[in-house]
Every structure is written in structure tokens, then in C-alpha cells.
């Protein structure tokens, strides 16, 4: 369905709760900085325009801190700095005051001053533990008054036409800086342009997967022009693929019978011996109206032992999780790695912040849970962490055939 969602272009209502913001004084926060994070099963976070998936209390790895990584998340604004336009898919559930992972973030603007291309900005917020942070504000970024457009042709959603080119004019010092944020505190390389590859070749078969990365930075669309000439993609002389997971449902659509085809798949990187094994797993962006109609389940639910979940999010994770196909070739993948990195697009992004939640902090929400399923949850979703770990050659595990 196509539709415009706009409203007063305010930016005020970003903040939410009182203590939204503000600096922790109570004596659980001093416990909590104090706390170890034990092993986190997943190292790195990066997102691209994914709809929030937490109300009270956010994600955040134990002890209430950071997750390593980077949320991006385009806007455009007029010259006079108003906000005419949000990405719509990470706006979608802020009306409904869901906020996203303590995770810094990074914001891509481009100013409409009359001219073709432009001018761009960006926006800087850190998420640092030396901060003493309970919230940051700008976790319920971008604000519920923002206009956001998701009609075709005019939203800013897309990984080739949006993010990538406002990514590479940040990476080339291109783009104006905005707020205090100090361009030395931008905590990114070459990943936060690279990992769009991962997401944009997400949804297809495994060979057709493989072949997109390889040829990702030499393919042209259909009237013969470079999709993606603002970047180059992950380098697949290091980046293999090694596992996929293809889920496939029947729905019913107003009396039509459809199919939802999802994938996840990850890859390997044994490029730097100090590190050993790096690793990345990516969940598919939104394809289908029923990928769609997850975001229609907007109440929450509870999940790896907490509450407060985005109920569509949890029911599309634990579809997955709860295939075959995940402990056949997910978990044994990942259970190789010395460090994983979650990386999605859209309802990709939303998967991986709800699944980094129940892999880093599961634990700790079930020690004071004894909901048997969300248990089961925990079990199904995650694995052993191998350090040092080396798969066997010839051992790799392949997709199930379509």
C-alpha cells in the first residue's frame, strides 16, 4: 500500500521518558558498567534503515552497554534545515514509541538547496560505555513528527540510489559535518560502504548470491547502467560464502494464495590471523507482502526472556530460527567464527537487532525468566563460540536445495 506519512516538522519529539538523554546516577547503572559482558556471540552490529523493534527496556549488550557497530539511517531537509523527508522504514514504528538499539548512529542527509545533486551532511551520535548512559536521546531518532515517504520514486530507502552514494560522499570528506561530533570520533572505515553488498545480494539462491558479490561493483541494471557506482562491495578474494538458509510459506491474500520466500546466509574471512575466523551473517530485507504485514503486528511480545519485542520482528526471526535449515547450516557456520557481524537492510536491519539481542544478552534476561519457550528460543537460536576455530576443508554446509 502506498501512502504518505508526514506531519509537523518537528524535532523535539525525538526525546522520550524522562530520563531520555540523561546521565545514570542511580547505584544498578555503576553495577552494570562494572559488569562483565561475558562472551558476546555477536561482535558487530551494522544496520541500514531498519525499523525500531524495542520498547522499555532497549537492546543493548549486557550490562546495559554499547553494541559495537554502526545504525545508519537517511534524511533530507530544506535549506532552511527542516526535515521534508525520513526513511521511511525507520520511522515506521516510531509513532508507536519503539526506539532502537544503544548503538551509535549515524544519519545521511542531503540538503535540497536548489541545485541537482545537493548538499550533504551527516549527522554523528557515538555510543560510548565511558558515557554512563542509561538512554541516549537520539535512540528515537528519527522522531515520530518527521515526514517519511515510502511512495516509489520518492522515498529514501534504497541501498544503490540513497545510502551508497551519501556513504561515499561522508567517506571522501565530501559531506558538511553537523553537531559537535568530531569527524575522528566517526568509529568507521570502508565496512559502513562495503557491507550494502551484503544486504543488496541477500534474497537469492546461493549461486546467485555468490555471483552478485563477485560482479557487484561491474552490475549494470536493465538500461545498461552501473547500479552501484558509489561502491564496490565487500572483497570477495576474502569474503566467502559458506551457508543459506532458504524459508519458504504459503499466505493467503485477500482470497490469493502468495509465497514468501526468506533467506539467511553467511560468510567466512580468514584474512587476518590475529583475529582468526571473521564472519558475517545477513537476514534478507522485506520482499513481500508478508514481510510487509509483519510491521501490521505492532504490539509487543516477549522473546530470549525479555518483553517489549515487536511481535511481527520476534515472528519473523522465529520462523526462521525454528527451520531445519538453521541448525543444519546456520548455527554449525557460525559456531567456526572467532567474530560475527550481523548486517541487514530494512526488516534485514530489524532481524538483526532483535537476534544480536537474544545471542549477546538471552542469558541475562532468562536468569530471571522461567518461561520454558522463551528457553527454547534461546536454545534454538544460539550456538557455540569456537575460538580459534578452523572448519575442516571440504566441510562447508550449502543451502538446501530450492
Not at 519529539?13 to 544498578?28: C, E, H, I, V, Y
Not at 551520535?125 to 515520530?144: A, T
Not at 543459506?244 to 494464495?257: A, I, S, V, Y
Not at 525454528?322 to 532481524?351: F, M, R
Request: charged residues 20%; negative net charge.
Amino acid at each position: 500500500m502506498k501512502f504518505f506519512a508526514s506531519s509537523l516538522l518537528a524535532i523535539a519529539s525525538f526525546a522520550k521518558g524522562d530520563n531520555a538523554g540523561l546521565r545514570s546516577t542511580n547505584a544498578a547503572a555503576t553495577a552494570q558498567e562494572s559488569t562483565s559482558q561475558g562472551t558476546l556471540l555477536v561482535d558487530y552490529l551494522y544496520t541500514y534503515g531498519a525499523p525500531a523493534t524495542a520498547k522499555h527496556p532497549h537492546h543493548a549488550n549486557p550490562g546495559n552497554r554499547c553494541i559495537p557497530g554502526v545504525r545508519v539511517y537517511s534524511e533530507d531537509v530544506n535549506s532552511m534545515g527542516h526535515i521534508t523527508n525520513t526513511d521511511f522504514a525507520a520511522h515506521i514504528n516510531a509513532a508507536r514509541d519503539y526506539g532502537h538499539p544503544k548503538i551509535s548512529t549515524l544519519i545521511v542527509r542531503r540538503v535540497n538547496d536548489g541545485s541537482k545533486e545537493g548538499k550533504q551532511e551527516y549527522m554523528w551520535f557515538e555510543c560510548k560505555d565511558s558515557d554512563n548512559m542509561d538512554y541516549y536521546e537520539w535512540e528515537w531518532y528519527p522522531g515520530k513528527w518527521n515526514a517519511a515517504n515510502m511512495i516509489p520514486g520518492h522515498h529514501i530507502h534504497s541501498l544503490d540510489t540513497v545510502y551508497e552514494p551519501r556513504l561515499k560522499s561522508l567517506l571522501d570528506g565530501r559531506s558538511h559535518q553537523l553537531g559537535n561530533a568530531e569527524a575522528s570520533g566517526l568509529a568507521l572505515d570502508a565496512r559502513v560502504l562495503d557491507y550494502p553488498s551484503v544486504a543488496w545480494c541477500n534474497g537469492k539462491a546461493l549461486d546467485e548470491t555468490k555471483t552478485c558479490l563477485d560482479e557487484y561493483a561491474t552490475y549494470r541494471n536493465k538500461d545498461g547502467v552501473l547500479a552501484h557506482p558509489d561502491a564496490k562491495g565487500i572483497n570477495t578474494d576474502e569474503w566467502k560464502v559458506d551457508a543459506q538458509l532458504t524459508h519458504t510459506t504459503e499466505f493467503d491474500f485477500f482470497g490469493k494464495k502468495e509465497t514468501d520466500t526468506d533467506r539467511v546466509y553467511t560468510l567466512w574471512n580468514d584474512s587476518d590471523p590475529a583475529i582468526g575466523r571473521k564472519c558475517i551473517i545477513s537476514f534478507q530485507q522485506s520482499r513481500s507482502k508478508a514481510d510487509f504485514g509483519s510491521f501490521a503486528r505492532s504490539h509487543t511480545t516477549g522473546f530470549c526472556g525479555r518483553y517489549g519485542v515487536h511481535a511481527g520482528v520476534r515472528d519473523e526471526l522465529w520462523h526462521l530460527i525454528s527451520d531445519p535449515q538453521w541448525a543444519a547450516n546456520i548455527k554449525p557456520s557460525l559456531e567456526q567464527c572467532d567474530q560475527v557481524t550481523c548486517v541487514g537492510h530494512s526488516l534485514g536491519g530489524s532481524l538483526c537487532n532483535v537476534f544480536t539481542m537474544c545471542a549477546n544478552t538471552g542469558h541475562e534476561y532468562l536468569a530471571d525468566n522461567t518461561d520454558l519457550g522463551m528457553q527454547n528460543d534461546y536454545d534454538m537460536l544460539t550456538w557455540t563460540k569456537k575460538t580459534g576455530a578452523a572448519k575442516e576443508q571440504g566441510a562447508g554446509v550449502d543451502a538446501a536445495s530450492e
